[in-house]
């Protein structure tokens, strides 16, 4: 079992940046991939990015040399810097832990990008 809390979410202009962050309440060392997935109104929740125990990163296309995922196993947390921001980037966050057994999820943190 394992509880995950997102933050950093809020009001942001185009281009600009937010650091999104994922706190468990466990140790996250032995998770096999933890990530970032978003859902915009009226659309399906979809995968932002991963990154495994080992450190491998993936990314969906339009997020690339955007975002970049990343952990810290010594605090527990999972970050998500995301730059150069869109308004199609606009969303609810989830932060997601998977287990190899089974999927946790935040509640979710709103990104919205607008001048």
């Known amino acids: 079992q394992v509880q995950l809390v997102e933050s950093g979410g809020g009001l942001v202009q185009p281009g600009g940046s937010l650091r999104l962050s994922c706190a468990a309440s466990r140790s996250i060392f032995s998770i096999s991939r933890m990530g970032w997935y978003r859902q915009a109104p009226g659309n399906q929740r979809d995968l932002v990015a991963t990154?495994?125990?080992?450190?491998?990163?993936n990314y969906v296309d339009s997020v690339k040399g955007r975002f970049t995922i990343s952990r810290d196993n010594a605090k527990n947390t999972v970050y998500l810097q995301m730059n150069s921001l869109k308004s199609e980037d606009t969303a609810v966050y989830y932060c997601n832990a998977y287990t190899g057994v089974r999927h946790y999820w935040g509640q979710g943190t709103q990104v919205t990008v607008s001048s």
């Open positions: 990154i495994t125990g080992g450190g491998f990163t």
